[in-house]
């Protein structure tokens, strides 16, 4: 167990919908970064929170958005949802803003039917 | 453009040989190479990483290789076991905040 938290572990939805993807990091860390795994892909860097602050984007699409709250919790929001979409999204953490060594959750799986 | 590349999708191994995991990056700004290992249903989880000051890096049955003139790097796994069956990560960062790049895995499987 890493110590991270994502809710919910499966979500169903169909296209030009909305959700909101949850992570709770490790206790005391700072940092939250998302990353978006398709189908025979790579972790995709989507975004960074420090603190409450952005400090680093990937390739997010505009109808993707996130935010960390005071209490270091971050959402994820996917809108106007298309097919492509459908993938697991994993949160991580780290202490600090470095990138190194981040802690995953175990994901949340998004299907978009 | 992928950055990171891990080119065997698969690699089968029989228990107690060793395991190779391979790992190729293009961007020579990259200086620290982290490797994660995945489990179904689970993210992924840290299990080595190597600084490019170094080429070398040991943890237990785990050893990470760093071929900086090749851009290459490689995990040794000693003897395998069939616990390490699992989709093997690499990654790599460039100084400052730059976020960590992912290769697509290598999916190991050992055999018992």
């Known amino acids: 167990d890493s110590g991270v938290t994502q809710t919910p572990k499966h979500l169903i939805t169909a296209t030009g919908q909305r959700v909101t993807l949850r992570c709770s990091p490790r206790?005391?860390?700072?940092?939250v970064y998302w990353y978006q795994q398709s189908l025979d892909q790579g972790l995709q860097f989507l975004i960074q929170?420090?603190?409450?602050?952005?400090?680093a984007k990937g390739n997010i699409l505009e109808r993707f958005s996130a935010q960390q709250f005071p209490d270091l919790h971050s959402e994820l929001n996917l809108s106007s949802l298309e097919l492509g979409d459908s993938a697991l999204y994993f949160c991580?953490?780290?202490?600090?803003?470095?990138?190194?060594?981040?802690?995953f959750g175990p994901g949340t799986r998004l299907t978009v039917t | 453009d992928q950055q990171v590349k891990q080119n065997s999708p698969s690699l089968s191994v029989q228990e107690g040989r060793i395991s190779i995991l391979n790992c190729d990056y293009t961007n020579s700004m990259f200086d620290y190479f982290l490797w994660y290992k995945k489990y179904p249903a689970e993210g992924p989880t840290f299990l080595i990483s190597?600084?490019?000051?170094?080429d070398k890096n040991e943890d237990g049955r785990f050893t990470v290789f760093l071929n900086k003139s090749a851009k290459h790097l490689s995990l040794h796994i000693v003897p395998s076991q069939p616990g390490d069956s699992a989709v093997y990560f690499c990654a790599a960062s460039a100084p400052g905040n730059t976020p960590l790049v992912f290769g697509k895995g290598t999916r190991l499987s050992v055999i018992a």
């Open positions: 991580a953490s780290s202490v600090m803003g470095q990138t190194y060594e981040q802690y």
């Open positions: 929170y420090y603190n409450g602050e952005e400090r």
């Open positions: 190597i600084s490019s000051i170094k």
């Open positions: 206790s005391g860390d700072l940092s």
